[in-house]
């Protein structure tokens, strides 16, 4: 990139910071971009606070995730500035709340999870952190369970009466309360969608496909298909499959939705030669219809 001769006093000084970055492995194509959706980092202070916040969140990454090249490291770190810069904030509140987390068993590539997923959490206050965690515990999740990190990101993205709201919308289709609650703790990022995009998917699972709720029950990862891409194309295929009679004998919708899409085509399309035109545009018409 080459920057034109400043213009002020400003322009000058924030030469620096610019050049930073660039070290830092922020791509010269991608710099501008990066600095206009993030103007504050060129108004705070390189020394005070860019460079200590930044390099503390690096060298997290660093003891984290050991085998990373340094590539790989200034990736992640590129992309947790660009979607939430004011992350950096103050150094004292970043090193607290990863100290914290760190006493709650969140080490290692659950802590990179969250600083790439959800950094926001490292900028509130220790208190506000604290209340989440105890929220957490209160919900079932157990701190030295792989789980725990994904119920934090999961109560940080719904206030106790959305959740509460969620837990209702279950309930309606006659889930009890307890299975709401085994249900997040089996699948917690299930809650961060919509109460629309939850409701279509129970509706679809129930009253199209006609299955038990204890199938959505026991598992609760279908509910986090993708509609459009996923659940109606390979539904739509599944039904010229059974009307042309062309296997004896189905997995379950459930297993189906598990399979990569290379897996599907090759079940369910390719491997039937006379009807795969047929079976292809099955599936693909549903998605240019959407």
Not at 27 to 51: G, Q, R, V
Not at 134 to 156: I, K, N, P, Q, W
């Amino acid at each position: 990139m080459v920057f034109q001769t400043p213009k002020s006093d400003h322009c000058f000084k924030s030469i620096p910071k610019l050049v930073y970055f660039q070290e830092l492995g922020v791509p010269s194509p991608h710099l501008a971009k990066f600095i206009s959706k993030n103007p504050m980092l060129l108004s705070s202070s390189l020394d005070k606070k860019l460079k200590s916040g930044i390099e503390l969140m690096k060298k997290v990454l660093e003891l984290n995730r050991p085998d990373s090249g340094k590539c790989d490291i200034n990736d992640d770190l590129f992309r947790i500035l660009s979607r939430y810069s004011f992350v950096i904030g103050e150094k004292s509140t970043l090193l607290s709340n990863i100290k914290y987390l760190e006493s709650c068993g969140i080490v290692g590539s659950q802590l990179i999870m969250l600083l790439k997923n959800d950094p926001r959490l490292f900028s509130v206050s220790e208190t506000k952190l604290k209340k989440l965690i105890s929220r957490v515990t209160e919900l079932g999740f157990a701190m030295d369970s792989r789980m725990f990190v994904h119920g934090v990101l999961a109560c940080y993205g719904n206030s106790a009466e959305t959740l509460k709201k969620k837990y209702n919308l279950f309930q309606s289709f006659g889930f009890t309360e307890c299975e709401c609650k085994q249900m997040l703790i089996k699948a917690p990022i299930l809650f961060k969608s919509s109460e629309a995009r939850l409701r279509r998917g129970i509706e679809f699972f129930l009253s199209t496909l006609k299955l038990n709720k204890s199938v959505i029950f026991g598992s609760p990862y279908c509910l986090m298909c993708s509609m459009e891409k996923r659940i109606l194309p390979r539904h739509r295929v599944v039904q010229v499959v059974k009307s042309k009679r062309l296997v004896k004998k189905l997995p379950s919708m459930t297993s189906i939705l598990r399979w990569t899409d290379q897996k599907f085509t090759e079940k369910y399309i390719l491997r039937f030669e006379d009807d795969a035109e047929e079976l292809m545009l099955a599936y693909e018409g549903h998605l240019s219809e959407s």
